[in-house]
């Protein structure tokens, strides 16, 4: 069956660092893959988005590229900040599956040192 | 307001209570979705509904009970609960129809049970 893979985390990193937090994916159809994040005390919210291959979403200076030769959608940010500190998790939505089901990682707990 | 909004933020109850959560969406979404977020555990989906219809039922144990008056309204009713029970219940709709539609979510109802 369809599922993700991410990196087991917490990640913890000083300022301005680069970040990479790994997704793979594994579907039977040609799902759209999705970074949502969340912030303490918060709900999650999306935070960027890609529905085919080699699209790249992009947001708040978060980037992923949708790979289908890897199955891949890892998460990736220049310089973090303190403020970056959140849960983040890797997402997906097969056409192919019923129309409700999002499959969702098990998120990466990312903490920014000042 | 806007968004997904979730009453109560948090929640104390005893085993024996009867509770309700409730939760609205201001989106015009046609799909709305109840999930569990436990400590160290992954996302787990609960109930969807879909045009006030539940379409998914996700093996939830019978003391939580879902209501979907109207396809801008979710209830979660609550009796009988277990300590286990205790976690972050997050609501969330969803524009169903297309797999690129991500789903929005409020900021959930901290339940604790005693």
């Known amino acids: 069956g369809d599922s993700v893979t991410q990196m087991e985390g917490p990640v913890t990193l000083s300022e301005e660092a680069f970040l990479t937090i790994n997704c793979t994916y594994t579907a039977t159809g040609y799902p759209s893959l999705f970074w949502y994040v969340q912030y303490p005390g918060e709900g999650l919210q999306l935070l960027l988005k890609?529905?085919?291959?080699?699209d790249k979403g992009s947001n708040k200076g978060f980037e992923a590229t949708y790979r289908k030769e890897t199955t891949s959608f890892h998460l990736e940010k220049g310089s973090v900040q303190v403020s970056d500190s959140a849960v983040y998790f890797c997402a997906l939505s097969d056409p192919s599956l019923r129309a409700s089901k999002i499959i969702f990682g098990s998120g990466t707990r990312l903490s920014i040192r000042p | 307001e806007t968004g997904v909004t979730q009453t109560p933020r948090h929640l104390v109850m005893g085993m024996t209570n009867k509770k309700s959560l409730k939760c609205e969406q201001h989106l015009g979404h046609n799909a709305m979705y109840w999930y569990k977020q436990s400590a160290k555990k992954p996302l787990e989906l609960m109930f969807v509904?879909?045009?006030?219809?539940?379409?998914e039922n996700n093996s939830v144990p019978s003391r939580f009970s879902p209501e979907c008056p109207n396809s801008s309204h979710l209830f979660l009713h609550l009796h009988t609960l277990q300590p286990e029970d205790s976690a972050l219940y997050l609501c969330?709709?969803?524009?169903?129809?297309?797999?690129?539609?991500?789903?929005?979510f409020g900021n959930g109802t901290r339940l604790t049970v005693t």
């Open positions: 509904y879909n045009f006030k219809e539940q379409t």
């Open positions: 890609a529905t085919k291959a080699d």
């Open positions: 969330a709709s969803r524009e169903e129809g297309g797999a690129d539609s991500p789903l929005h």
